[in-house]
């Protein structure tokens, strides 16, 4: 891959000449005079350089998000072609949204290591729309997601495993000794704790809500799972949360789930790509997860609840 290309991501991420020296095992004038060659060529200044920082200015954004792009394609090209002499071996990049990545994606990896010692993952964590735009972007080879990303954007979409949700509450709330289907109206006034906008849970926590003809009064929004887990069990509200989310806290009794008309409500994940050709590596790692015992064993444990 062109150099000047290498030694413009380094500095644009570093924000700083000698770091990149550093990171590149160059020196910081070879640094230089690459950046200065690399602006030449595109014909336009790339990076405001101060004493104390440097940084991209207008044009430097651009030329940095094609470049990020660029090495994408070009890692992704060259393992396409190792792969026709080797097995599945080499740099997987993985995106899951928190639900999957945090709570699910572990056991997959920890067979994909064990069968693939040669695969190396690395895992990126953020909600469906963050996920979404990296595999745009080419700097994911694939994206586990929840959710709906924007219709117009090219991605290959793939459903590949199901969902349940339930309304979890505090051991000690009132509801939870009632033996009967209870009302969402039940709930108006409790505090809901739901995750961000754009993230997969806060999609299906509204698309629930919407279906039953219900919108919470008062709601605290959360960036992350297990923060809205915490005050679950410290009785600040209540949440619609995954299955796989709230397994340990069920099993501790920490936290109870509420029978509510309803629920549990079903979503999927899917499998998100943005090319039509596959690694060895990828193509390994998307059939552990379609064949993945424990998210089978889910499936039929989701049939069976709903049956």
Same mark, same amino acid.
């Given at each position: 891959m062109d150099q000047q290309l290498q030694v413009f991501i380094a500095v644009a991420e570093r924000k700083n000449f000698s770091r990149a020296a550093e990171e590149l095992h160059m020196?910081?004038?070879?640094?230089?005079?690459?950046?200065? &060659? =690399?602006?030449?060529?595109?014909?336009? $200044?790339? #990076?405001? $350089?101060? %004493?104390?920082?440097?940084?991209?200015?207008?044009?430097?954004?651009?030329?940095?998000?094609?470049?990020?792009?660029?090495?994408?394609?070009?890692?992704?090209?060259? %393992?396409?072609? /190792?792969?026709?002499? %080797?097995?599945?071996?080499?740099? #997987?990049a993985i995106g899951a949204s928190y639900t999957f990545g945090e709570y699910v994606l572990p056991h997959i990896l920890s067979k994909l290591a064990e069968d693939y010692p040669s695969v190396e993952p690395k895992v990126t964590i953020g909600n469906t729309a963050e996920i979404a735009e990296l595999v745009i972007s080419h700097q994911l080879d694939i994206g586990l997601i929840e959710g709906h990303f924007k219709e117009a954007v090219p991605l290959q979409n793939e459903i590949f495993a199901e969902d349940a949700m339930y309304i979890v509450v505090p051991p000690n709330h009132p509801l939870v000794s009632q033996d009967r289907r209870i009302s969402l109206d039940e709930l108006a006034n /409790?505090?809901? #704790? #739901? $995750?961000?906008?754009? &993230?997969?849970? $806060?999609?299906?926590?509204?698309? =629930?809500?919407?279906?039953?003809?219900?919108?919470?009064?008062?709601?605290?929004? =959360?960036?992350?799972?297990?923060?809205?887990?915490?005050?679950?069990e410290a009785g600040l509200g209540i949440s619609l949360l995954s299955q796989w989310a709230i397994q340990k806290e069920l099993q501790h009794h920490e936290l109870q789930t509420l029978s509510v008309k309803g629920t549990p409500f079903k979503r999927h994940f899917s499998i998100v790509t943005n090319s039509p050709f596959q690694t060895k590596a990828l193509q390994v790692f998307i059939d552990l997860l379609k064949n993945s015992e424990e998210l089978t064993d889910l499936t039929q444990k989701n049939t069976a609840n709903n049956s």
């Open positions: 020196t910081q004038p070879a640094v230089s005079q690459y950046i200065r &060659s =690399f602006e030449e060529t595109i014909g336009v $200044r790339l #990076l405001e $350089r101060t %004493n104390k920082y440097v940084r991209l200015n207008q044009a430097g954004e651009i030329v940095y998000h094609h470049a990020k792009e660029i090495v994408g394609l070009y890692s992704k090209m060259q %393992n396409l072609v /190792d792969d026709l002499a %080797n097995k599945a071996s080499g740099p #997987l /409790d505090l809901w #704790l #739901l $995750r961000e906008e754009g &993230s997969g849970t $806060r999609e299906a926590a509204e698309k =629930f809500f919407n279906q039953s003809g219900f919108w919470p009064s008062r709601i605290m929004q =959360f960036s992350s799972t297990q923060p809205i887990k915490e005050c679950v």
